[in-house]
C-alpha cells in the first residue's frame, strides 16, 4: 500500500516537532536524581559557630533519649505500626530489646516490633553521625533587624566559623546563608552581608567554598529580585576568581503573589528562570505565606489548608523542572515549661507531656508533607531533629517492601510500562521508584544491601537513571 505522506514533508514536520520536544525536555528534564538533605535547619547567624551542629546533635539525642528512653515509648508517643502489640513493663521491653539486638536482620524483619526498634535505633544512630544534614546560617527572621555594625560584625565572625568548621569537619554536608530580601527597605543590608560574609569566609579558606553552598533569598516576589542577585553572584566570582555558576541560590515561597501575580498568572517558572539556571530549591515559608493570606496567629500551621494549596500549585508550577521543593517548618517546640535538675515528679510529667504533644504535631506534619512529595522541610531547634528523623524513616520503611516489590518487578520485565498489583506503572514511575530507593538510602532509612533486593546492582543503582538501567539491560 502507498503512503499518502511522502518522506520530504514527513521529514520537515518531525524536525520541527523535535525542535519543539527538545525545548520542552530542555525546561522539564525530569526529578534530579542529585542528594536532596530531608529537612534545613535554621538558626540565627549571632549564634552559630564551627561545631553548632554537632552540638546539635548532642542537644537532640539527649532529648530523644529523656523523653523516650526506649522505642516501646517512641512508638506508643507516635502510635507507630504495632505500638498495640509492644509491651509495657521495662522488664518484657529489656527483654524484647535484647531479642533483636542479636537476631539477624532477615529473622528480626520478620517480628512485629521491628518498625518501632528499627526506627528509634536510626534516629540515635542519625544523631551521633551527621544529626545536621542542612543548615542555614540565618540573618532573616532569625536573626531581625538590627543595627548595621552589628549586622556587619556578625557577618564576618559568622563567616569565619565556617571556615573553621570546614577545616575541623564538622560542618553539615549542605550548607548556606539566608539573607535580607531585596524589598525596597532592605536590599541594601542584604547586599552588604552577602558581599562581606563571601568576602571573609573565601579570604580564609583561600578561596573555597563548602560543598552545596547556597544562597537563600526570602520573600521573593519578582523575577528582577532574583535577577539582581544573579548579576551579583557574578561580580563575586569574578572578583574571588571563582568558576562561572558556583555561587547557587534557593527562593522562597512565603507571599500569596509568588503563587499568583497580577495577571492571575503562577511566575514561579519565570523566578526560576530568571536565576539562568543558578536556583536550586524553593523553600515553603509557612508563616509568612499564611499570614499573607489573611491567616491570624493562633491559625498560621502547617496543617492550614491554604499551605497545601500553595504546595500543589508549587508543584504544579516546578513539577519535571528538577527544582527541590522544601515544606516549612513546625513551630511547637519539643521544650517542657519546667527547667533545672530537681524537678518535682509533676512537673517532669508536665515537661513529658509537653514534649510527647510536641513530638506528635512534629512528626504527623513531616509525614503529611512526605506523603504530599515534599521531601524536605524545616527545622528551627535541635529538640525537632529527632522527630523529623522518625518520620522519615517511618515513611521509607514502611513503604519498602511495596516499593522492593514494584521495582524489582519492574526491572525484571524490563518493559516500557506494565501492570503490577493493579497500579500501572511506566518509565517515569521507575524512575520515581528508583528515586525513592536513592532518597531512602542517602538519610539513613536503608542500606545499600537493602537496595540489593530490588534485583539492580550497586552500580545500576549508583547510576542514579531508571532509563540508563533499562537500556544497559536491553543490551545484554
Known amino acids: 500500500m502507498m503512503l499518502s505522506i511522502n518522506e520530504n514533508d514527513q521529514a520537515r514536520l518531525l524536525n520541527t516537532l523535535g525542535e ?36 546539635m546533635g548532642e542537644v ?10 526506649n522505642f516501646v515509648v517512641l512508638a506508643n508517643v507516635l502510635e507507630l505500626a504495632g505500638h498495640q502489640h509492644l509491651p ?25 516490633a521491628w518498625l518501632a526498634y528499627t526506627v528509634y535505633n ?9 544529626p545536621v544534614e542542612d543548615f542555614r546560617i540565618d540573618f532573616e527572621d532569625g536573626f531581625g533587624n538590627r543595627p548595621d555594625a552589628e549586622e556587619d560584625a556578625t557577618a564576618i565572625t559568622a563567616a569565619q566559623e565556617l571556615a573553621k568548621g570546614m577545616a575541623q569537619k564538622t560542618v553539615s554536608p549542605f550548607i548556606g546563608i539566608r539573607i535580607k530580601p531585596f524589598t525596597e527597605d532592605l536590599k541594601h543590608r542584604g547586599v552588604r552581608t552577602l558581599d562581606l560574609f563571601l568576602t571573609t569566609l573565601l579570604e580564609a579558606t583561600k578561596g573555597g567554598l563548602p560543598a552545596n553552598f547556597v544562597v537563600m533569598l526570602p520573600k521573593v516576589t519578582i523575577p528582577e529580585q532574583v535577577i539582581t542577585l544573579v548579576r551579583l553572584f557574578e561580580i563575586l566570582e569574578k ?23 497580577e495577571e492571575g498568572r ?51 508550577a516546578l513539577g519535571g523542572t528538577g527544582i527541590f521543593l522544601s515544606d516549612g517548618a513546625t513551630n511547637v517546640m519539643p521544650i517542657g515549661p519546667h527547667r533545672g535538675e530537681d524537678l518535682t515528679f509533676e512537673q517532669q510529667a508536665e ?23 515534599f521531601y524536605q522541610g524545616w527545622d528551627l531547634n535541635p529538640a525537632q531533629l529527632p522527630m523529623r528523623y522518625a518520620a522519615t524513616y517511618n515513611f521509607f520503611l514502611s513503604s519498602y517492601e511495596d516499593a522492593v516489590f514494584r521495582l524489582k518487578t519492574f526491572v525484571e520485565r524490563a518493559a516500557i ?11 517515569a514511575t521507575g524512575q520515581g521508584l528508583l528515586n525513592f530507593f536513592l532518597k531512602a538510602m542517602n538519610c539513613g532509612a536503608i542500606g545499600e544491601s537493602e537496595a540489593l533486593a530490588t534485583g539492580l546492582t550497586l552500580d545500576e543503582i549508583r547510576s542514579r537513571s531508571f532509563y540508563r538501567i533499562l537500556e544497559g539491560r536491553r543490551k545484554k
Open 266 to 316: 503562577n511566575p514561579l517558572m519565570r523566578i526560576i528562570k530568571a536565576s539562568e539556571g543558578r536556583c536550586i530549591a524553593a523553600h515553603f515559608g509557612t508563616y509568612d505565606y499564611t499570614a499573607s493570606c489573611g491567616i491570624t496567629a493562633r491559625y498560621q500551621t502547617m496543617a492550614h489548608p491554604v499551605c497545601d494549596f500553595a504546595h500543589h500549585m508549587t508543584k504544579v
Open 417 to 427: 510500562s506494565t501492570l503490577t498489583k493493579d497500579i500501572f506503572d511506566d518509565a
Open 88 to 112: 509495657q513493663s521495662l522488664e518484657d521491653i529489656t527483654t524484647l530489646t535484647h531479642k533483636l539486638d542479636h537476631l539477624p536482620e532477615a529473622e528480626r524483619r520478620q517480628e512485629s
Open 60 to 69: 537532640a539525642l539527649k532529648n530523644l533519649q529523656t523523653y523516650a528512653p
Open 351 to 373: 515537661n513529658r507531656a509537653a514534649v510527647h504533644n510536641a513530638w506528635r504535631t512534629g512528626f504527623h506534619h513531616t509525614m503529611h508533607s512526605l506523603i504530599n512529595g
Open 239 to 261: 572578583a574571588h576568581h571563582l568558576p562561572a555558576g558556583s555561587l547557587k541560590m534557593e527562593t522562597m515561597v512565603e507571599a500569596t503573589q509568588i503563587i499568583m501575580d
Open 20 to 55: 519543539a520536544n527538545k525545548r520542552f525536555q530542555q525546561t522539564y528534564p525530569g526529578d534530579k536524581t542529585d542528594r536532596q538533605p530531608v529537612h534545613t535547619v535554621y538558626g540565627g547567624a549571632n549564634l552559630f559557630k564551627a561545631d553548632t551542629c554537632v552540638k
Open 122 to 130: 536510626k534516629i540515635i544512630h542519625k544523631l551521633r553521625t551527621e
